[in-house]
């Protein structure tokens, strides 16, 4: 489980190609290893499709950690951890939103 922090965390992290600044209550730590693992996941889908638009590669990544956290809730993860992973993906989710966004204007 994640180390909580008492005051908001900031970290730089270059994820697919750009640098975001990630404000968090986690740890350093849990944050840039959540950053890694977005990485991880564009990357992959980046490979699968060469030709889509970043946009297209970062919604079809949002759509895919949420299938997961859909299956992890249909396995009867315990509300709690399941409240606390919602909000940590949501979290993660605006910033991706608010970066592409900031892209695209």
Known sequence: ???SASSPQKITKQIFG???????EASPKYISQVADYVE????????SLPNASK???AVLCALNLADELFQLREKG???EETK???????KIISLLEEGIIGDIY
């Open 40 to 47: 991880e996941r564009l990357k992959e889908i980046s490979s």
């Open 18 to 24: 750009e640098s975001y600044t990630i404000v968090g």
């Open 77 to 79: 993860l315990a509300s």
């Open 1 to 3: 489980m994640a180390d």
């Open 84 to 90: 606390e992973i919602e909000d940590r993906t949501k």
């Open 55 to 57: 946009t297209k590669v």
